[in-house]
């Protein structure tokens, strides 16, 4: 197992524990995500982890798409995940190569920068439903050296929000947090 597999993983995990906390008359509240509720982070992280499954098995790249029915975030959040992880369990699945979203890599480097996501969308999600996120130290850092590198594109892209200032003796955790745009003190 790659050290970005162990990352990506335990990212996933982190965003699983929340997902499965998250009490059922919740999923329509606001999230830190302008314009998105608890099911709208929930549905764009399944699609972020079928597109990556679709890569990890050798096809083309897609961008990440919102699945259309939203009723059961739980249900399809657990196939997501399953689905994420059988594929990137497949031999050689590490290794494909594609033009994926960020450029020409394998999907083991793919997946070193996609921690960030459920990494974030779990503090994202704790936040809309009332559900403490644990955002692991260690991932925030990971996170924070590999986004910090490409932050200014991910602006652009509308992948991450303004960058929040926090205090110069914040911890690795509301430093990353600050990065991707989320202030840390709500």
């Not at 994420?84 to 890599?105: I, K, R, S, T």
């Not at 652009?156 to 990353?176: H, K, N, S």
Request: hydrophobic letters at 45%.
């Amino acid at each position: 197992m790659s050290q970005n597999l162990r990352h990506f993983t335990k990212a996933l995990y982190g965003m699983d524990a929340v997902v499965q906390r998250c009490p059922t008359d919740a999923w329509d509240n606001p999230s830190p995500c302008a314009g998105w509720t608890a099911r709208d982070v929930v549905g764009h992280q399944v699609g972020v982890l079928l597109g990556t499954a679709d890569m990890a098995r050798g096809n083309d790249m897609t961008f990440p798409e919102t699945p259309e029915d939203l009723s059961d975030p739980v249900s399809l959040w657990n196939a997501a995940r399953d689905d994420v992880l059988e594929a990137l369990d497949q031999p050689g699945a590490l290794h494909h190569h594609g033009p994926y979203w960020f450029g020409e890599m394998s999907v083991d480097q793919l997946i070193g920068i996609v921690t960030w996501d459920p990494l974030t969308h779990s503090w994202d999600l704790g936040k809309a439903v009332g559900v403490d996120a644990v955002v692991d130290a260690a991932l925030a850092q990971h996170a924070f050296e590999t986004i910090s590198t490409m932050r200014a594109g991910l602006a652009r892209m509308q992948l991450v929000g303004e960058e929040v200032a926090v205090p110069a003796d914040a911890d690795i955790v509301d430093r990353y947090l600050g990065l991707v745009g989320r202030d840390p003190s709500i």
